[in-house]
């Protein structure tokens, strides 16, 4: 009986440490306040010539994309709340 105890708070415990990771992630997911939506990014970035946009994803608060732009790729990093590029770099891949 004992074991069985402890195998039982031993899954338990595994799945509220899961959970509890699960709820940060989704917390580092979101936009910060005041964050632009994310269709009004794309459409600046697309009236600035980065056509098409292939990838966008949060990290660290700032949007990152992956667009193209004259024929080339890029990286951009932008500012949520703004939209402004931040960090351009062409991807060579």
Known sequence: M?????????????????????????????????AMALSMLITKLEQQGYTPVVDVSLERGRWEVEAYKEGKKFDLKLDPNSGEILQMTEDRD
């Open 2 to 34: 004992k074991i069985f105890k402890n195998s039982l708070l031993a899954v338990t415990l595994s799945g509220i440490a899961a959970m509890t990771a699960t709820q940060a992630n989704a917390k580092d997911e979101m936009p910060p306040p005041g």
